[in-house]
């Protein structure tokens, strides 16, 4: 028997090829099981109905009101959905995890903490992007009542996608604090709502910081990608965000070992 | 080969491991016993990588466990004392997740899960969600993923907790099967439980090693009484307790079983490793006693544990 399974084994990764190879098949073995408890819990298709329903409303109650062919309204009202949608695909990610105390057998299996955290990450970015995803069909549909112009379009998606990204980054985090699913889908949604505000007030704000008050503020650089605009500055920013709650979320969980 | 050096592991101001140092040889089973909060489970926990230790080293196949812990959880298998899986996962399912996460070739992952489930006795569970396992289901799940990948070493925390009976008695003789070849650490508090099943023993308390060897290694260090209980019929008036006090070596005698008027349960304890049945046979030939039982109480583990983690 012993042999058997040796042999059944992958061989041992000789070179930076290889062991790059094994981390992603970590990586995407971790993600797939995530994504698996994605679509075998009601959660999740409660999660992407609700989405879907007020997307779909916010959108089409006032097309038909302008008339125009054009997303720009579904653009306008999907980063504020995303602030929702994103912390409660997150939010069991790891929470749940550490309260069953599941989390003691996923952390003896040979994988990093940083490859769990991109497997889980991975997974609950195919889940978002799926949903998103669903919402294609807005544009498919309107596109046959006149000519549409596809270029926003298309950077409004695109946009979309990062600016999920970013937000489930700081769902994954929030997850991460705390063992209580409910608190950590509450503190994801205030980050993200943070975000949103922070350049609503400049009028409050000393002269001087207006600029930085603005530069953190989310709309700011979503403005950009709802006018099929991707600007490096916008992606500086949100890749800061991934990077500084990703370091973040780590850095929770190896103190707690 | 496991070896553990000056291991010392703190949550807040609790030592929950204070500078425990033992070795594991290959093959060996080697079972953890204290009370509960003695320190057990965090040991293991260390040991399987999921906590790091504050100091101290954890030697696992020659190599350094705590610099190379991605290999070393490669080889080790570990149930955790809760086993705490996935609810909504079905078995298959979940071991086939295991099995992938455990490196094992996608052609053979179904094979390989199947002969755990034979060999766990899971045959009539694989189709169901974990969650709706019985507790002695859920368990041997645990134990079908920890062996999944054939390692070389196991780490068993408290395997057969909540089990009955008949399901104690299969893990058992699983894990002395498994023993055979593969080095197992396992905890318990349930004495008689590593008495059947290890082969070395080490008790802690408080954080800290206080007793290491084989069972019957233990039971003769600590031999430093001698009891014998004796059941005797005497007539009315006869001062059975005093006159035996009068023997020599006893130290003390006690009554501890009152069948009736005469016949009456006697534990005699003395100080010094000798055989007191002689003395006592002659004596009761020589004032006329019926004996009804006369043996020697052996010192069980159990004593010997509850000597080492009571004091202080």
């Not at chain 1, 991460?176 to 409910?182: C, G, R, S």
């Not at chain 2, 059947?196 to 290491?212: E, F, L, N, P, W």
Request: include cysteine.
């Amino acid at each position: 028997m012993p042999q058997t399974v040796e042999q059944a084994k992958q061989a041992e990764p000789t070179g930076l090829l290889a062991t790059a190879a094994l981390a992603w098949r970590r990586i995407a073995g971790q993600a797939k099981k995530e994504l698996y408890s994605y679509f075998y819990s009601p959660i999740a298709y409660v999660v992407m109905v609700i989405y879907l329903a007020f997307a779909g409303w916010f959108f089409f109650s006032r097309f038909f009101l302008f008339g125009q062919i054009d997303m720009r309204m579904y653009f306008g009202t999907a980063p504020l959905l995303l602030m929702f949608l994103a912390p409660a695909i997150t939010m069991r990610l790891l929470s749940e995890e550490v309260n069953t105390g599941s989390y003691e057998m996923l952390m003896t299996l040979p994988l990093t903490t940083t490859q769990m955290l991109l497997g889980k990450f991975l997974a609950a970015f195919v889940f978002l992007a799926i949903t998103i995803g669903v919402t294609l069909s807005y544009p498919l549909t309107i596109a046959t009542l006149g000519p549409l112009d596809w270029g926003p379009v298309i950077g409004g998606y695109v946009g979309l996608l990062i600016l999920g990204a970013a937000y489930l980054s700081i769902g994954l985090f929030t997850s991460a604090i705390t063992q209580n699913q409910i608190v950590a889908f509450i503190l994801g949604f205030a980050i993200c709502f943070l975000l949103f505000l922070v350049d609503k007030i400049l009028m409050l704000v000393p002269g001087f910081l207006v600029g930085i008050f603005q530069y953190l503020g989310v709309e700011y650089h979503t403005m950009n990608f709802s006018r099929g605009v991707i600007d490096s500055k916008d992606l500086v920013y949100f890749a800061s965000i991934l990077i500084i709650t990703f370091m973040g979320t780590r850095l929770v969980l190896e103190r707690r070992k | 080969m496991v070896r553990v050096e000056d291991l010392s592991k703190s949550f807040g101001l609790v030592k929950a491991v204070d500078n425990i140092t033992f070795e594991v040889k290959r093959g060996e089973i080697l079972g953890l016993l204290g009370p509960n909060g003695a320190g057990k489970t965090t040991t293991l926990r260390l040991i399987s990588g999921y906590l790091r230790p504050d100091s101290g080293n954890i030697v696992v196949a020659e190599k350094d466990a705590l610099a190379n812990t991605e290999p070393v959880r490669e080889i080790i298998g570990y149930l955790s004392e809760y086993n705490p899986i996935y609810h909504d996962m079905l078995v298959f399912d979940y071991l086939h997740y295991i099995a992938e996460m455990r490196d094992i070739l996608p052609a053979q992952r179904t094979q390989r899960v199947r002969e755990m489930v034979t060999t766990c006795g899971l045959k009539d569970a694989v189709a169901k969600k974990i969650g709706e396992l019985s507790k002695g289901n859920r368990q041997r799940v645990g134990l079908a993923q920890a062996m999944l990948h054939d390692p070389e070493y196991l780490i068993l925390d408290e395997p057969t907790a909540g089990l009955d009976p008949n399901q104690i008695i299969e893990i058992r003789d699983l894990i002395k099967r498994l023993g055979q070849k593969k080095t197992v650490i396992l905890s318990s508090h349930i004495l008689s439980e590593v008495e059947a099943t290890c082969d070395r023993v080490i008790i802690i308390h408080q954080g800290k090693v206080v007793a290491d060897g084989n069972p019957k290694e233990l039971q003769k260090q600590s031999v430093d009484e001698t009891r014998v209980y004796l059941k005797i019929a005497a007539g009315k008036g006869s001062q059975v307790l005093e006159t035996l006090k009068t023997l020599a070596n006893v130290n003390e005698v006690e009554i501890t079983e009152d069948e009736s008027q005469e016949i009456k349960g006697y534990l005699v304890h003395s100080n010094h490793d000798i055989d007191l049945r002689p003395d006592i046979f002659s004596l009761a030939q020589k004032k006329g006693w019926i004996l009804y039982e006369m043996h020697r109480e052996v010192v069980s583990l159990e004593s010997v544990f509850r000597r080492l983690t009571t004091a202080n």
